[in-house]
């Protein structure tokens, strides 16, 4: 109920009866997050089932192209936090960490996507045909 604390005071002043406010308020949080939740648990079972269809060798592959991506993006990043930023501009080295993770985390699996079985027979010759 304390959304309603966000809003401007310009705003406010024109709300004749806050208790009703609130109960709208909390009326449309609700809706937005049960249709989120609808979305998100729909888009996670679609997910698992592809997931569970998965042969084992591409999940291994991609799990460790992840892993290398996330550790090439941190390696990266971290002369990144040692430059001086002025305090203006300060959100821009966490937003630029977590889209550079993203993004090397993503690269990362579709490179070992596209030469997993590679890896893997580097690893052990025998384990593919």
């Not at 709208?24 to 049960?34: D, P, Q, R, W």
């Not at 084992?56 to 991609?62: G, N």
């Amino acid at each position: 109920f304390y959304s309603i604390e966000l809003l401007p005071h310009p705003v406010l002043d024109q709300v004749s009866s806050i208790e009703g406010l609130r109960s709208v308020v909390a009326a449309f949080s609700a809706l937005i997050g049960g249709i989120f939740g609808l979305v998100v648990q729909t888009t996670y079972r679609r997910l698992e089932q592809q997931v569970r269809q998965m042969p084992l060798d591409v999940l291994i592959t991609r799990g460790i192209g992840l892993v290398v991506g996330l550790l090439v993006a941190n390696l990266m990043l971290a002369p990144l936090f040692l430059l001086p930023i002025p305090k203006e501009f300060g959100f821009i080295k966490p937003l630029l960490a977590m889209l550079c993770s993203v993004m090397f985390g993503f690269t990362g699996i579709n490179i070992a996507d596209t030469h997993g079985r590679a890896f893997l027979r580097l690893v052990n010759p025998n384990s593919l045909d």
